[in-house]
């Protein structure tokens, strides 16, 4: 569970900011939905933050209303004593997202400061940023990783200059104990993705949310939030699992599609160069293979297949 130490300077900041409404340009997600609500949220923050405050109307919602990024907007963030809080949800594994939250953090401090400011010879006082992301993918996860910008840094040399650290909470049934025992609308929340997945495995999708929203009501888990959202929340986990399921068939398409692709030729190259050169000649065959493949589909956006096939913008322009 991520450790932060507490803080209980109540002094508020004169940031300018304004509570969202909700965007429905985007699928918005059950988790984002469930903790938008202020209560569920403090419950949440102190859950991770292993602290006790009591007044949801401390927390300074700043989400963003434009900050999409491939589709998908900026979940949650607030400010909780003069820190800025940036939380995540992930179904699938997402090795992007600290240069996304560079993205989503830049967007909140042109929000928050006074731009004519920063030409003067008073420092500038922002908030401190904190990164977490909550997973809940059925591809296994240790309970707590971190994601590192500098991973993404070619050719680095020493210290990296730049860094963002992102905290990854797994948050399926059985994982991170403490958290689930300090939140528990997460733990029922994660005690309903795991009935989803389980009658999932047997029945029609639509079948399975509709099953596990009833039998949940019954139990008592979630069961306000349920009745009161049943509908929307049926559609949304419906897409939610389709889509975690179309992006594990894509990405084992891609590496099979890739393996076959680059590797045989890479094979080829290596009795020319050497196993290690041939090696990376038939991943980087993978990768623009990836491309491809993405470009003929015309689903995607030429961000999303630059950041699944890890090739730059500028090369899947060139491909397209």
């Keep these: 569970?991520?450790?932060?130490?507490?803080?209980?300077?109540?002094?508020?900041?004169?940031?300018?900011?304004?509570?969202?409404?909700?965007?429905?340009?985007?699928?918005?997600?059950?988790?984002?939905?469930?903790?938008?609500?202020?209560?569920?949220?403090?419950?949440?923050?102190?859950?991770?933050?292993?602290?006790?405050?009591?007044?949801?109307?401390?927390?300074?919602?700043?989400?963003?209303?434009?900050?999409?990024?491939?589709?998908?907007?900026?979940?949650?963030?607030?400010?909780?004593?003069?820190?800025l809080y940036l939380y995540e949800h992930q179904s699938t594994y997402n090795p992007n997202m600290p240069?996304?939250?560079?993205?989503?953090?830049?967007?909140?401090?042109?929000?928050?400061?006074?731009?004519?400011?920063?030409?003067?010879?008073?420092?500038?006082?922002?908030?401190?940023?904190?990164?977490?992301e909550f997973y809940n993918g059925s591809t296994a996860a240790p309970d707590c990783t971190e994601l590192r910008l500098s991973?993404?840094?070619?050719?680095?040399?020493?210290?990296?200059?730049?860094?963002?650290?992102?905290?990854?909470?797994?948050?399926?049934?059985?994982?991170?104990?403490?958290?689930?025992?300090?939140?528990?609308?997460?733990?029922?929340?994660?005690?309903?993705?795991a009935k989803v997945r389980h009658y999932a495995a047997d029945m029609s999708l639509d079948q399975a949310v509709e099953r596990a929203v009833d039998e949940c009501v019954r139990e008592g888990i979630l069961a306000e939030f349920l009745t009161r959202n049943r509908n929307e929340v049926i559609s949304m986990s419906i897409f939610e699992?389709?889509?975690e399921l179309e992006e594990k068939k894509l990405r084992k398409a891609e590496y099979e599609a890739g393996r076959e692709a680059g590797f045989s030729e890479g094979e080829k190259h290596g009795r020319e160069t050497g196993f290690s050169e041939g090696e990376k000649y038939g991943i980087e065959l993978n990768s623009i293979e990836t491309a491809r493949r993405m470009l003929q589909l015309q689903e995607f956006s030429l961000e999303k297949i630059a950041a699944i096939s890890g090739l730059s913008l500028d090369e899947v322009k060139k491909l397209q």
Excluded: W
């Design 241 to 243: 699992y389709d889509k």
């Design 99 to 132: 240069l996304r939250d560079l993205f989503y953090i830049c967007s909140e401090y042109q929000k928050l400061v006074d731009k004519k400011s920063l030409y003067s010879s008073t420092l500038q006082k922002i908030p401190a940023p904190n990164f977490i």
């Design 1 to 83: 569970m991520a450790k932060c130490k507490r803080n209980r300077n109540k002094t508020k900041r004169n940031f300018t900011v304004k509570t969202p409404t909700a965007n429905r340009n985007y699928k918005d997600t059950v988790f984002r939905m469930l903790f938008s609500d202020r209560k569920n949220l403090l419950s949440l923050y102190n859950a991770v933050n292993q602290s006790d405050y009591n007044n949801p109307d401390d927390l300074e919602i700043v989400t963003l209303e434009n900050a999409i990024y491939m589709g998908m907007k900026n979940d949650l963030a607030f400010i909780m004593d003069t820190n």
């Design 151 to 193: 991973s993404a840094f070619e050719h680095l040399s020493g210290e990296p200059k730049l860094e963002l650290i992102v905290t990854v909470l797994n948050v399926n049934e059985g994982h991170n104990a403490e958290l689930m025992q300090h939140c528990n609308t997460l733990n029922e929340y994660a005690q309903y993705v």
